[in-house]
């Protein structure tokens, strides 16, 4: 599944999601198993003191693209289903 950012909610002066400045782009995604409110990043690691973990992006913070069409399979099952 694939979002595209839109904005960050929470954003201020001390605290940013990582994505704050990369409004519009798109990024693959699965739900957060612990958190609903959370989608989790396949691909995009953040580093912290920690090490480097999923990233992950608010609901409310992206929207959900069909990815289908980007990628081609709605051309690819309308010639199949034509026949």
């Given at each position: 599944m694939r979002v595209r950012i839109i904005g960050d909610a929470t954003a201020n002066?001390?605290?940013r999601w990582w994505y704050a400045e990369r409004v519009g782009?798109?990024?693959e995604v699965e739900q957060c198993p612990k958190f609903e409110k959370y989608w989790r990043t396949k691909e995009e690691v953040v580093w912290t003191n920690n090490g480097g973990h999923t990233a992950h992006i608010?609901?409310?913070d992206c929207e959900l693209i069909d990815d289908t069409l980007s990628h081609g399979t709605y051309e690819v099952t309308k010639l199949i289903s034509e026949g």
């Open positions: 002066d001390i605290m782009e798109e990024f608010l609901k409310s």
